[in-house]
C-alpha cells in the first residue's frame, strides 16, 4: 500500500488554518498488472462540526482489501458554510481523475462514500455536479468532476422534518435563507443525471431517523435512477463498520449491521462490470 495526502484548493477560500487534504491509500501499481481499479472517496460524519476518525481509515482499508484505491477527504467544517466543503468533493475527484495514469484508476469508475453529514456532502455532489452555479465556481467541465456512484451511509438527505438540525446549522447558519434551506434538501434535487446509489440505515436512528434515506430512495426511483437500499431493524446512529474495529462503545458493535460493506463492495463492482 502506498500512502499519500494531499492540500485540496479551490475557489473557495477556507476560514481558519485546517486547510482541507486528500488521503490517499493506494494499491501498488505493479501489484495490479496493468489493471485499472476503480476508486472510493469516503466522506466521514460528525454534523459538518468535526469529522469521525471511525468512518474514515478503517472503511478505508476494507475497500483497500477489495482492490478498490481509496480515498478519505478531510474536508472543511464549520465556521465554514455551504459551499466550500462541496466544492472541494469535486475537486477530489478531479484530482484524482489527473492523476489516473499514475495511480491505475478507471476514469469512470469514482464512487462517493458519505456517513451522516458526509453523507449530505457526497449526495449533494452526486445530485449538483451539473448544475450551473458549481461549474462557474469549479471554473472547468462538470465531466471532470462527475461521480460515478454513490454510496450513503445513515445519511443527512432532507431538511425538512425528519432533519438532523446539527448538520444544517453548522453547515448553513442558525437562520438560512429558505430558498437554501430547500435547495439544500436533498430528496428535491434527484434528477436524471444523480448517479446509481447504495443506502443503509437503521430503524432504530434517532439521530438521523431512517426517513432520510426513505425520501431520497423514492425520489431516486421517481427518476428511475438504479439503487440499492438496506434498512436494518437494530442499531444506533453512527455504526462505521459496526464491529470490534471501529466499536468505542458497546452500542457501536452490531452484528446485524457488519454486513453492510461487503454488500456495498458487491454492489459497487456489480456497477462496473
Known amino acids: 500500500m502506498i500512502y499519500q495526502e494531499y492540500f485540496i484548493n479551490t475557489n473557495c477560500p477556507v476560514i481558519g488554518l485546517e486547510q482541507p487534504v486528500l488521503q490517499a491509500y493506494l494499491l501498488n501499481p505493479p501489484i495490479a498488472q496493468g489493471k485499472l ?50 466544492t472541494q468533493l469535486a475537486e477530489s475527484i478531479r484530482f484524482i481523475r489527473s492523476h489516473a495514469e499514475e495511480w491505475s484508476i478507471d476514469t469512470n469508475q469514482i464512487f462517493l462514500n ?33 461521480p460515478n456512484g454513490m454510496i450513503l451511509c445513515y445519511p443527512v438527505i432532507t431538511t425538512g422534518p425528519f432533519t438532523h438540525q446539527e448538520s444544517c ?22 434528477s436524471s443525471n444523480t448517479p446509481p446509489t447504495f443506502l443503509w440505515h437503521t430503524q432504530q436512528d434517532t439521530s438521523v431517523p431512517v426517513e432520510n434515506s426513505l425520501l431520497f430512495s423514492i425520489a431516486l426511483r421517481q427518476h428511475k435512477i438504479p439503487f440499492e437500499l438496506h434498512i436494518y431493524e437494530r442499531g444506533i446512529h453512527g455504526l462505521a ?15 446485524n449491521c457488519q454486513d453492510w460493506i461487503d454488500k456495498a463492495i458487491s454492489w459497487l463492482k456489480r456497477q462496473i462490470i
Open 169 to 190: 446549522e453548522h453547515l448553513m447558519g442558525s437562520q438560512p435563507d429558505e430558498t437554501l434551506l430547500q435547495h439544500l434538501s436533498l430528496e428535491n434535487q434527484v
Open 241 to 255: 463498520l459496526a464491529d470490534e474495529v471501529t466499536m468505542r462503545t458497546p452500542e457501536q458493535w452490531e452484528p
Open 114 to 146: 458519505g456517513f451522516s453529514a458526509g453523507g449530505h456532502l457526497a449526495a449533494c455532489l452526486g445530485t449538483m455536479w451539473n448544475q450551473d452555479w458549481l461549474q462557474k465556481i469549479m471554473g472547468s467541465s462538470p465531466s471532470e468532476y462527475q
Open 37 to 86: 481499479r476503480p476508486a472510493v472517496i469516503i466522506c466521514p460524519g460528525g454534523g459538518y462540526s468535526r469529522r469521525s476518525v471511525r468512518e474514515g481509515e478503517p472503511v478505508a482499508m476494507r475497500f483497500l482489501s477489495q482492490g478498490i484505491n481509496a480515498f478519505v477527504l478531510q474536508y472543511s467544517i464549520v465556521p465554514n458554510r455551504f459551499p466550500t466543503a462541496l
